[in-house]
Antibody, heavy 120, light 112 residues
């Protein structure tokens, strides 16, 4: 069974860095594009970033471009999100998800989420 | 950027009755390949989102056939033929045609 498990969330001060991870099991990781989606407390879903299966191409929401970097290590079946210059408004639960196919559609496997709190 | 809207934002439903949720995009989601790049997700209380429908009308693996997606271009509908208690939650549509993908604000479905 395909599963995703996020880790690395926590409390960080504004302006600080944090890296969160997502370990994949039960499927051929390198065959799927991967996505990060976040959800601020009590709010809706926001698409954050995506990476192709090979890791050669990345895509970002305007709200995080230049501050966040998505990457993957296919040898370790792990997806990363390196966050820097964190802002209070980045406080959210961050979910990783697997894409069925290209063009970002069909996120068919989701993790349970990891919580990032940006606060002084 | 493509902007997504949903209506209604809140939908009280009666178990056993049908329900219809609407989603609209600010630009056509119809690709030249003939597919509409529109997904539907449900987020049940306290849970991660779950894919229901992708490419406008394709039901995801394991999703009950009481869920169906329809529409093309800028107007889409998620229909639940007979609502069950487990269908409560927030339903999001998402456009996947252009970067950045965008979710709608969600429709909260609750039992009357």
């Amino acid at each position: 069974e395909a599963e995703l498990l996020e880790s690395g969330g926590g409390i960080v001060e504004p302006g600080g860095p944090l890296r969160i991870s997502c370990e994949a099991t039960g499927f051929t990781f390198s065959s799927h594009g991967m996505i990060w989606v976040r959800q601020a407390p009590g709010k809706g879903l926001e698409w954050v970033a995506a990476v192709t299966g090979s890791g050669s191409r990345t895509y970002y929401a305007d709200s995080v471009k230049g501050r966040f970097a998505i990457s993957r290590d296919n040898s370790k079946n792990t997806l990363f999100l390196q966050m820097s210059s964190l802002r209070v408004e980045d406080t959210a639960t961050y979910y990783c998800a697997r894409q069925i196919g290209g063009n970002f559609y069909g996120m068919d496997v989701w993790g349970q989420g990891t919580t990032v709190t940006v606060s002084s | 950027d493509i902007v997504m809207t949903q209506s209604p934002l809140s939908l009280p439903v009666t178990p056993g009755e049908p329900a219809s949720l609407s989603c609209r995009s600010s630009q056509s989601l119809l690709h030249s390949n003939g597919y509409n790049y529109l997904d539907w997700y449900i987020q049940r209380p306290g849970q991660s989102p779950q894919l229901l429908i992708y490419l406008g009308s394709h039901r995801a693996s394991g999703v009950p056939d009481r869920f169906s997606g329809s529409g093309s271009g800028t107007d889409f509908t998620l229909t639940i033929s007979r609502v069950e208690a487990e269908d409560v939650g927030v339903y999001y549509c998402m456009q996947a045609l252009q970067t950045p993908p965008a979710f709608g604000p969600g429709t909260k479905v609750e039992i009357k």
